[in-house]
């Protein structure tokens, strides 16, 4: 690479250390904050990685921009790199803890000539795909589901437990195949249509009428919150010992008194239950093993029906809303467009764009969500196990452990301490919440950065962001237009959802599927990751909620209480008040 094309580099200082393997320091590498914000977990980055099937996507579609996909841990976090279509390119990289050198093609006439290829078939992908997803894929994926969720755990012997994680990764192999033949489909899809909207409307900003233009009002995230509002106006309708159950003020107060009366243990058995069975394949960040499931755990589900119960939310207005402003953007976006070829071909993009919409909540709910969950479900239950045994202290410690090690562990061959092992990495892991991560690391290049997927992590938005122009301001990346002030909320995880009062600022590293409960209530959003189509901005368009993403460190700079303006139009965010101080502090 030549001088000219080197943008800026990082390799590491006293702050952010970073140990370089071979050919890795040439690689742009980026923070992972989108999906894997926190420090992860040894078991996920060895098995779990989103990443792990990036080869078969480059080569099914014949992508002429990249080869492969790798994961690199620093400090605790996840970073990746785009492999370039390169012959004779390499860099060390690891997968299921054997070395692993990146794929990239022999034929140096293939990346060039292949792009042809690429171009040749995605019209087709993009024309046909939602019909390939309901007819063939879905249900393929529905029923791998079944084995696992009617699989006696606690009757299974630690051998048949140990197959069946081998049977877990092959689904979870095949699920993430169809996840990125899907992924990447869609979003040829969606850069076909800013290139239309671009050459009929001129060049300018669009970027807030697309993101309005990714809204569906059909998808399996809908679904979840629609039966949490049915649930909620059951128990509005009831008045009785369940709805007074709900005036507690946690949830796990509320299931403590549901669980104290017939009642409360039929409505349970009649709605929690059953909603657990269907979609409690969900945690705080899907991208990881490490957090519990709402299957393993309804205390996320009560949290949802009681603030449901308490801001009496309308869940009929908020689809019709939703449904009203899509059809308003697909107004707006053909609005002065002359009639010609170009308006034809923007109409044409328009409609394969939107046909892909609803394939974003709904392959995280089978792949991100459910996929990923099923792998932990069987992992816990190993652990138990091993619990039992007592060769290690928590079912939950196989998520500190490697997956060769736990092969090991569970053949009795292991040469190491296992509770020492989780019992240190467990403290790094800890320590690691305290490290600021870099947003990027190693060399960044006009060729890396303008890797396509990158504008999801907000690059090269990210690499231009101006400086805050005061102490107080906070940039960041335009999501969802509006401004608004009010006092802030940091939620960190799960257990603080209760915590989030209505009309207030929620800040966080990264938002899933597993937060919408909290979008229903809250006054505006800050994110530390994200970009343009990031779940917090496409959630948070869907809600009306102004919304600001990609500050990189907005939950170490704003506290809760304080006083806080957010500038969903244009990306800032700014501190206008100090922490609240409370009556109890103040005595």
Not at 100 to 129: C, H, I, K, S
Not at 211 to 216: E, Y
């Amino acid at each position: 690479m030549s001088d000219e094309q080197v943008l800026a580099t990082f390799y590491g200082d006293d702050d952010f250390p970073v140990q370089w393997e071979e050919g890795q320091r040439e690689l742009f590498w980026v923070h992972d904050d989108l999906h894997i914000p926190n420090p992860i977990s040894p078991m996920y980055a060895d098995i779990g990685g989103w990443w792990l099937k990036c080869d078969y996507m480059f080569r099914r579609f014949g992508t002429p921009f990249a080869a492969d996909w790798i994961a690199k841990i620093v400090n605790g976090y996840v970073y990746t790199a785009a492999i370039p279509a390169t012959p004779g390119l390499s860099a060390e990289a690891s997968e299921y803890g054997t070395r692993y050198t990146p794929r990239v093609p022999l034929d140096p006439q293939d990346p060039a000539e292949l792009g042809a290829y690429m171009g040749w078939t995605l019209p087709y992908y993009a024309e046909n795909f939602l019909d390939w997803w309901r007819d063939r894929l879905r249900p393929e994926m529905e029923q791998n589901f079944v084995r696992f969720d009617e699989y006696d755990y606690d009757g299974a012997s630690l051998v048949e437990l140990a197959i069946l994680l081998e049977d877990a990764i092959d689904m979870h192999d095949r699920h993430w195949s169809i996840h990125w033949v899907l992924n990447f489909a869609q979003f040829s899809s969606t850069m076909a249509l800013n290139a239309a909207v671009a050459a009929a409307r001129g060049e300018g900003d669009h970027s807030s009428l697309m993101g309005r233009l990714q809204s569906s009002t059909e998808n399996r995230n809908w679904d979840s919150i629609e039966e949490l509002w049915k649930i909620k106006e059951g128990v509005k309708k009831e008045q009785g010992e369940v709805a007074r159950a709900f005036e507690r003020p946690t949830a796990g107060d509320v299931l403590r008194a549901l669980q104290g009366t017939d009642a409360g243990r039929a409505f349970i058995a009649e709605h929690i239950e059953p909603y657990q069975r269907t979609f409690g394949f969900k945690s705080m960040y899907a991208h990881e093993f490490s957090f519990r499931t709402w299957r393993e755990d309804p205390t996320p589900i009560v949290e949802a029906i009681r603030g449901y119960l308490e801001s009496d939310y309308d869940y009929p207005a908020e689809l019709q809303a939703v449904a009203d402003d899509l059809e308003k953007a697909k107004a707006e976006v053909l609005d002065g467009v002359e009639e010609g070829p170009a308006r034809e071909e923007l109409e044409r993009a328009l409609e394969l764009s939107l046909r892909m919409n609803p394939l974003t909540p709904d392959h995280h709910f089978y792949i991100d969500q459910g996929t990923n969950a099923r792998v932990r479900l069987v992992l816990v239950a190993i652990g138990r196990k091993l619990a039992a045994e007592d060769r290690l202290d928590d079912a939950e410690d196989v998520m500190y452990l490697k997956y060769n090690e736990l092969r090991r562990l569970m053949a009795g061959s292991n040469s190491f301490d296992a509770k020492e092992l989780v019992g240190d990495r467990r403290d790094a892991r800890e320590d690691a919440y305290e490290v600021r991560p870099r947003d990027w690391i190693g060399t960044a290049t006009e060729e890396s950065v303008g890797f396509p997927y990158w504008s999801l992590w907000a690059f090269p938005d990210k690499l231009n962001r101006p400086a805050p122009s005061h102490e107080g301001e906070i940039p960041g990346l335009p999501a969802s237009a509006g401004v608004v002030e009010g006092t802030a909320r940091v939620v960190l995880s799960a257990e603080q959802f209760g915590e989030v009062e209505s009309d207030e600022i929620v800040v966080c590293r990264m938002t899933s599927p597993s937060w919408v409960v909290l979008f229903t209530k809250i006054a505006g959003l800050v994110t530390d990751a994200g970009g343009m189509a990031s779940h917090p901005a496409v959630v948070s368009r869907e809600f009306g909620i102004p919304a600001v993403v990609g500050t990189s460190d907005a939950t170490r700079r704003i506290k809760t209480g304080d006083r806080v303006r957010v500038n969903g139009s244009t990306g800032r965010v700014e501190i206008v008040g100090d922490v609240r101080i409370t009556p109890a502090q103040a005595l």
